[in-house]
């Protein structure tokens, strides 16, 4: 038994806990002094994408130019965005600063992230380009209700998508606080402001550049910093290491596993969040649909991977770095002996001693570029949710002119922006890590089993879905809501109903074994016709004949 | 696409070959890097130490790292290995079924 509880913890603890801790800058921050190379080089960021919106506007005239680029993006480019949407600036400067902070347990978060993105490759991909066309829900409910399960799914990607944009306007508000010396207030307004240009405008056409260009430049940076770092000790490897044991707290420790253990149970629960969780974020997912053909989706996944496992190969050699060049230079500490602006801040620190304040302000602009492309990614998807699976297919029942459909699409953007901006300035001294874990949750268990049993299970019926979904989705809310950090940390109260922090793993399995449970037993007709359909389904999500292509609604 | 399509593809054989065939590669890697992430998690939870140990005498590089990168290297590879695997053979056979619906 202690030798399984022992691989339970060291399994599950690994996963990737930085991308909920990490999303969220957490706690209060002191605002800097103006830094003006950084605020420069983000209006010329602006300008650019400004003019790539404008760009994208006037080659935006279908309801598939909007919600898809018009499917005319290739592998390569829709690789580059989504490894853009994966490496957050939490992930750049989450993970550097953990190396940072603890050396080889970085790497080990780093494998965890990457490891889902193969998986995504071998078992979903394909078969998610072949069967959607805009949203997720159009897959979901392919053979089912539409009704129920593109209401159901609808409402999940709108949990995901709010949840997630609260922890980035807050955790935005603070980066730049630190980093540009601008009011919470002010950088929350331009964040919100800016996403709505961006995705009204220029719709999925200008998002995917926008996260492209991001990604370019995010590569370019990291890339620079690792090498200023290899120069620094004349591109040796070993004096890298061997410097940064000399003058790292924890020694030689740091070239090997560390001891970072918590209870088994949220440990195995937060790494079913991940795994599950990523393969169900409607933003990801929505990405799919940007290429052309399965062929193309495939390359998509095959380029991310590689970008995003370059990206943290060069997140370990600079936390390294940043433990050379940083540590015993006063100029990064604070009086109490501890790096300005936290170890999240590693990486910053860095780029101004390998590059100076110039370079400090490229890095500064894109961290913020990142924040941007991030939320204008999960406004559309938020955005699309309401207009193409809420409006045109529930409200309307498909009975709706492409025109129609993008102006509602427009309009939710709109009042997703401002939601997001009232809701990051009120949430501002709130402890936010939650949402993203919360938002990891729900996609697990009310998104991601309904997904992926209706590709893959022929037995799946639109009663066990919902059912399972709705269950699925309250489980994962209550339990949230009656575990420590809301019930003792937020409310108040002196002990947690529910013991655990992450609650994907009971309300994952609440969702499949309902699912199972309620499709099983679900001896209707309308069961029957659904089950009959997956054959034709099967064969679609296999040859792809019947998808649809590149602007075949024109 | 008509029924009368779908009722072709099924009853080619190829098909069925492309199916079995396909999910063999997909399921057949995704147990690959999953026993792959296994090992490398079982070596963190019961060999630390093993881990820990220089890759030569003296060095101060240890066996995890070329261990971690090469994780990460591996699971990049297998979907390189995936994507040529499905450009080559999946992709002709499916054109195969495609342009045998219209005979």
Known sequence: MRLLQKLFITLFFLLPQLGFAADAIDGAVEKQALNLPA????LLFVAATLMITYWAAKRTRSTSDYYAAGGGITGLQNGLAIAGDYMSAASFLGISGLVYLSGYD???????????WPLILFLIAERLRNLGRYTFADVASYR???????????FGALAVVALYLIAQMVGA???IQLLFGLPYEFAVVVVGVLMVLYVTFGGMIATTWVQIIKAVLLLSGATFIAIMVLKHVGFDINVLFEQAIAVHDKGSQIMAPGGLVTDPISAISLGVALIFGTAGLPHILMRFFTVADAKQARRSVFFATGFIGYF????????????????????????????????NMAAIHLSQAVGGDMFLGFISAVAFATILAVVSGLTLAGASAISHDLYASVIKKGQVTGKDEIRVSRIATLVLGLVAIVLGILFEQQNVAFMV?????IAASANFPILFLSMYWQKLTTRGALIGGFAGLTTAIVLVILGPIVWVDILGNAEAIFPYKYPALFSVITAFVLIWLFSVTDRSEQGKQERALFEHQFIRSQTGIGAHGANNDH | MSADSYNKVKRNPNFHMLVARRSRWAWGLATIILLMYFAFILLIAFAPQWLAQPVVAGSVITIGIPIGVLV?????VLTGVYVHKANTDF?????????????
């Open chain 1, 39 to 42: 605020v420069i080089m983000f």
């Open chain 1, 106 to 116: 970085g790497l080990i978060y780093s494998i965890g992230f990457l490891i889902g």
């Open chain 1, 144 to 154: 089912l209700q539409q009704l129920p399960i593109r209401t159901l799914s609808a």
């Open chain 1, 173 to 175: 508000g603070k980066l």
């Open chain 1, 312 to 343: 943290y190969i060069l997140t370990f050699i600079i936390g390294f770095g940043a433990i050379v060049l940083l540590t015993n230079n006063p100029d990064f500490f604070n009086s109490e002996g501890l790096l300005i602006g936290g170890d």
């Open chain 1, 437 to 441: 874990g919360l938002a990891f949750a």
């Open chain 2, 72 to 76: 990460i290297l591996v699971a990049f």
């Open chain 2, 91 to 103: 992709d002709q056979m499916t054109q195969q079924i495609i342009s045998e619906i219209e005979q």
